[in-house]
């Protein structure tokens, strides 16, 4: 089946521009999850929605970032007046948290990487 | 805090032999631990799991890692190492009770020389 996809793939972005990032799930999974990879580092956690309430921001680095999931499935996570600091690969991931099965991997896209200049 | 620990920035391995991945762990209250490869300009595989049950997990590719409490730990291992193995491997933990993020460790490359 289908799993996560992001877009764009790649973003450049001026100083100051705001940007939109966009996540689809794999279908069917309630979880979804946002992280920020930094070149040569491990993912680090940004946001967490279960359908389309938001549990867990305290990952945000600032108050320039937004995240939504109005209808528990797409998920965009938005950026504004981006700064260098922001450069880096965005990654989403969902989960089907079936604690029945022990179901709690989560599933990568394959990211976006934005540049900010 | 909670923390994951990846000691080796990189790990060299000829084809054919043996390969570990080191992993340790910290945090409080029982590990949710997991295992994922990155390729280049990809996002994250998962391999494995370790939730409950043996200590010793099987997952994709061929690769296994064991689970030891009193160490705190969670090696990567594989019998025989492919040279298309070659790849960034992360060591994750969630914590459970509610928390469902996923903290990294920093990523071991490993690299299988023909």
């Known amino acids: 089946g289908a799993g996560v996809s992001q877009s764009p793939r790649y973003k450049v972005a001026k100083r100051g521009q705001d940007v939109a990032l966009r996540c689809d799930p794999i279908?069917?999974?309630?979880?979804l999850f946002w992280y920020q990879q930094a070149l040569g580092q491990g993912p680090e956690f940004l946001t967490y929605?279960?359908?389309?309430?938001?549990?867990?921001k305290s990952g945000l680095p600032s108050d320039r970032f937004f995240a939504e999931r109005p209808e528990g499935s797409v998920s965009t996570l938005k950026i504004q007046r981006t700064q260098q600091e922001d450069s880096a690969v965005y990654l989403c991931?969902?989960?089907?948290?079936?604690?029945?099965?022990?179901?709690?991997?989560?599933?990568f896209g394959p990211g976006t990487r934005l540049t900010v200049t | 805090a909670q923390s994951v620990a990846q000691p080796e920035d990189q790990v060299n391995v000829a084809e054919g032999n043996p390969l570990t991945v080191k992993c340790t762990y910290s945090?409080?209250?029982?590990?949710?631990l997991f295992w994922y490869v990155q390729y280049p300009n990809r996002g994250l595989q998962f391999l494995l799991k370790?939730?409950?049950?043996?200590?010793l997990v099987k997952g994709s590719y061929g690769f296994e890692a064991e689970f030891n409490k009193s160490q705190t730990s969670f090696h990567l291992k594989k019998p025989s190492a492919l040279v298309s193995d070659s790849a960034l491997y992360f060591c994750?933990?969630?914590?459970?009770?509610?928390?469902?993020?996923?903290?990294f460790g920093a990523g071991t490359r490993l690299a299988v020389h023909p």
């Open positions: 370790y939730i409950t049950g043996d200590n």
């Open positions: 929605f279960q359908n389309e309430a938001q549990l867990d």
């Open positions: 279908s069917g999974h309630v979880s």
């Open positions: 991931a969902s989960s089907l948290e079936d604690r029945g099965r022990g179901s709690y991997e989560q599933y």
């Open positions: 994750a933990v969630r914590v459970g009770g509610g928390y469902n993020k996923l903290i």
């Open positions: 945090v409080s209250g029982n590990p949710y």
